[in-house]
């Protein structure tokens, strides 16, 4: 039975991606930065543990707690909205601590085991950001687009291995709670000078009024098609606004 290391679990495309592969009778080890009870029935085949991508010990802990793995997940991540002259580099180095960092640390803390057993796959989620220009995300899709730079390299270096590397990019989802913190963390007034007030307030509107979004479903069911490719392909758009993205490219 295959088993699947999930990070970023405790909701919205994480935790629907760790339900989508229960259901279809993997082995799930669920991570979360704070395990909390009830996120998931209880089950044999689903096992919630902590983890940090930020912190190498966190990681290691982790992977010996989970055993061997055939699928890794990066999925954990963190939200950034506003205007680039408005934000602190300390928020910027947190962003990329999480979303670009803490990813490569937990793909080579798991590639020892994927070579030398010859098979294994490492699907990181990124964002429909990369596909398209939009204003407001500077922080966030530089921390993204690192991401897919890193893994179109890495799936060259791991094919000889029999190991494959692929992106999963979803679209906006309005009703996941990282959707939700693009405003309620830090307002986005906050982020957003006086002289790009105008600007911001007219990108959000067009954003709110866009006639698609991505639902948590849309990724589990990408993640799990990319995970099961075996045809090359790197990059999987997730949902309908990150698939009309990636077409308009």
Same mark, same amino acid.
């Given at each position: 039975?295959?088993?699947?290391?999930? #990070?970023?679990?405790?909701?919205?495309?994480? !935790?629907?991606?760790?339900?989508? %592969?229960? &259901? =279809? /009778?993997?082995? $799930?080890?669920?991570?979360?930065?704070?395990?909390?009870?009830?996120?998931?029935?209880?089950?044999?085949?689903?096992?919630?543990?902590?983890?940090?991508?930020?912190?190498?010990?966190?990681?290691?802990?982790?992977?010996?707690?989970?055993?061997?793995?055939?699928?890794?997940?990066?999925?954990?991540?963190?939200?950034?909205?506003?205007?680039?002259?408005?934000?602190?580099?300390?928020?910027?180095?947190?962003?990329?601590?999480?979303? #670009?960092?803490?990813?490569?640390?937990?793909? !080579?803390?798991?590639?020892?085991? %994927?070579? &030398? =057993? /010859?098979?294994? $796959?490492?699907?990181?989620?990124?964002?429909?950001?990369?596909?398209?220009?939009?204003?407001?995300?500077?922080?966030?899709?530089?921390?993204?687009?690192?991401?897919?730079?890193?893994?179109?390299?890495?799936?060259?270096?791991?094919?000889?291995?029999?190991?494959?590397?692929?992106?999963?990019?979803?679209?906006?989802?309005?009703?996941?709670?990282?959707?939700?913190?693009?405003?309620?963390?830090?307002?986005?007034?906050?982020?957003?000078?006086?002289?790009?007030?105008?600007?911001?307030?007219?990108?959000?509107?067009? %954003?709110?009024?866009?006639?698609?979004?991505?639902?948590?479903?849309?990724?589990?069911?990408?993640?799990?098609?990319?995970?099961?490719?075996?045809?090359?392909?790197?990059?999987?758009?997730?949902?309908?606004?990150?698939?009309?993205?990636?077409?308009?490219?």
């Amino acid at each position: 039975m295959n088993t699947v290391l999930i #990070t970023g679990t405790s909701s919205g495309y994480g !935790r629907e991606t760790a339900r989508h %592969f229960h &259901e =279809r /009778g993997w082995n $799930v080890i669920a991570t979360m930065r704070t395990p909390r009870p009830g996120v998931f029935p209880e089950s044999d085949r689903l096992r919630v543990v902590e983890l940090d991508v930020t912190r190498p010990e966190s990681i290691a802990a982790a992977l010996e707690a989970a055993g061997p793995i055939d699928a890794l997940v990066n999925n954990a991540g963190i939200p950034s909205m506003g205007v680039f002259e408005g934000i602190s580099m300390a928020h910027v180095r947190e962003v990329f601590e999480t979303n #670009t960092f803490g990813v490569m640390a937990t793909t !080579r803390a798991v590639l020892p085991q %994927f070579r &030398e =057993r /010859g098979s294994g $796959v490492v699907v990181n989620v990124t964002s429909s950001v990369v596909l398209g220009h939009m204003p407001l995300t500077a922080v966030y899709k530089a921390s993204k687009t690192a991401v897919e730079g890193f893994t179109s390299s890495l799936a060259l270096e791991l094919a000889p291995f029999g190991v494959r590397a692929k992106t999963v990019e979803p679209g906006a989802c309005l009703t996941t709670n990282f959707g939700a913190r693009l405003t309620n963390d830090v307002p986005l007034e906050e982020q957003v000078p006086a002289p790009y007030a105008a600007f911001a307030k007219k990108a959000m509107d067009d %954003f709110a009024g866009q006639d698609v979004f991505t639902k948590e479903s849309d990724v589990a069911e990408t993640v799990w098609r990319a995970v099961h490719d075996t045809t090359g392909q790197l990059r999987f758009p997730a949902g309908p606004d990150a698939v009309r993205l990636d077409q308009a490219k």
